[in-house]
């Protein structure tokens, strides 16, 4: 898999051949604290870069997840339905939140270092 | 933007990693390990809350009758040593704010919500009520849970539920707003650190206001400001019992027309079996009655979603229909407590 890159929306991505797996980052999940439900948009279901794919509900207030590029769901992260929490302990790893198939590719999100200074 | 106001134990906070929230001009910690771990040491063992930013004042005892002009509660035939959840009424017989009272022989301690201290002391102010505003020389420190008084016994006498007692260094009541057992400890900037030093060596683990809220909420109780405004009585918050004062006071003519058969609005409390939240400002409909929600989040305990909704009169159907962010959802009105 090739490197984890973030949004300034704090999505993070990575993209594998045509294919690129989204979830939020730690910062994130961080600000939002405790998660308790999450809304997964359908597999199948398009979207354009900006669009809204996901709704994060925390305790503290609810937050949407952006389509990093246009692109087409091809799997969602079932586990989320029942363990919601998972983005909390693992936001990139067992926390992802759907994979889907890049119709236009634009790989300009920030590598680590530049996402560490844009949030600090 | 002026620099908030910082608690007594800011200091502290800083030290244990809180995540601050602005509240009322206040700087206060948010959460420290996660507002669910908080919320559940609260609801399984014990925590501690700096409750710090509300406002505090001691009322002369001389004035009490003048007191019982202003709120719906009868404070005057209160023992005491006793606490009192009151409410201060306007004109229309609408919230100004909801409060406790300590009541000690030489005087009586308010305790009011950090966003009305100003506006209650300016009341106070316009009725000749004398008082000692002590929020900035004391600090507030409330400790909740089923094992909160056992470990408590070890410092103070501990008084009876909804009863009040005082001693050289702390000013106390068996009183919260989680919906448990436990103290509110008001203490004096001298023996604040004595007091935390116990709390930690009794390893009770401190809790920021995400977690109250959401303990506050799963104990059906209301937050001003929700709930609760200058435009909603107790009677349509669903705070009747609160009215217990029989003379006249500020809007007192409302509040018994409201009781006696006047249509009104009224708050219920909802449930939905998703964890979906209907947060502050969904718009509801139950039947033909249209409400707003004031309140919601997710039960930590019931695992599900829960709120206040306060409704345009009393609906024919506990059904009820959420409009979240444009999605339908289907809750049902609860005629009981969340938590048994």
């Known amino acids: 898999m090739s490197e984890i890159k973030y949004l300034e929306t704090h999505e993070w991505y990575s993209l594998t ?11 994130a999940q961080g600000e939002l604290g405790d998660i308790v439900f999450v809304t997964l948009p359908e597999v199948g279901q398009e979207f354009s870069k900006g669009e ?24 969602i992260n079932d586990r989320l339905e029942s363990e919601p929490e998972v983005i ?33 | 933007m002026p620099d908030s106001l910082v608690s007594p134990l800011h200091n502290y906070h800083t030290s244990q990693n809180a995540k601050f929230i602005d509240f009322a001009g206040w700087s206060m910690p948010f959460s420290y390990e996660g507002t669910i771990k908080e919320h559940n040491y609260v609801r399984e063992d014990k925590g501690f809350f700096d409750v710090s930013h509300m406002g505090r004042l001691e009322i002369q005892y001389n004035d009490i009758a003048i007191l019982q ?10 023992q005491v040593g006793k606490a009192l959840y009151s409410i201060f009424t306007n004109n229309n017989g609408c919230a100004i704010d909801d409060v406790i009272f300590w009541k000690f022989q030489d005087k009586i301690l308010l305790i009011c919500n950090a966003a009305n201290t100003l506006k209650i002391k300016e009341h106070l102010i316009t009725y000749s009520i004398s008082f000692n505003d002590v929020t900035n020389s004391t600090a507030l420190i409330a400790i909740q849970g089923p094992n909160a008084i056992e470990i408590m016994e070890g410092l103070v006498d501990i008084p009876d539920s909804f009863s009040c007692l005082q001693n050289d260094q702390y000013t106390y009541a068996r009183t919260g707003y989680t919906g448990e057992d436990g103290l509110e400890i008001m ?55 609160t009215i217990t004062n029989k003379q006249p006071y500020l809007g007192s003519e409302v509040i ?63 059904l009820i229909v959420f409009d979240i962010r444009g999605k339908l959802v289907e809750g049902k009105i609860l005629k009981k407590r969340f938590l048994n």
């Open chain 1, 17 to 27: 051949e045509n294919k690129i797996t989204i979830g939020i980052s730690d910062y």
């Open chain 1, 52 to 75: 809204s794919m996901v709704e994060v509900e925390a305790t503290k207030t609810v937050a949407e997840a952006y389509a990093p590029m246009d692109c087409v769901i091809v799997e």
């Open chain 1, 88 to 120: 909390n302990t693992d936001p990139c790893g067992d926390g992802w939140m759907v994979k889907a198939e890049v119709v236009n590719l634009d790989d300009s999100g920030m590598l680590y270092q530049e996402y560490e200074t844009f949030i600090s």
């Open chain 2, 69 to 78: 002009t202003l709120i719906c509660s009868d404070i005057e035939n209160l």
């Open chain 2, 187 to 241: 203490v004096s900037l001298d023996y604040v650190d004595e007091l935390l030093d116990y709390l930690k060596s009794n390893n009770i683990s401190p809790c920021g206001l995400g977690s109250r809220d959401t303990l506050r909420l799963e104990a059906s109780l209301p937050l001003y400001g929700f709930e609760l405004s200058d435009e909603i009585t107790p009677v349509e918050a669903g705070l009747k019992w």
């Open chain 2, 256 to 318: 018994t027309e409201q009781l006696k058969n006047g249509p009104h609005k009224i708050l219920k409390k909802f449930e939905i079996d998703t964890r979906a939240i209907a947060r502050t400002g969904t718009k509801v409909s139950a039947g033909e009655s249209g409400g707003v929600v004031t309140s919601g989040n997710f039960s930590p305990r019931l695992q599900k979603s829960i709120g206040f909704v306060m409704f345009e009169n009393q609906p024919s159907t506990d």
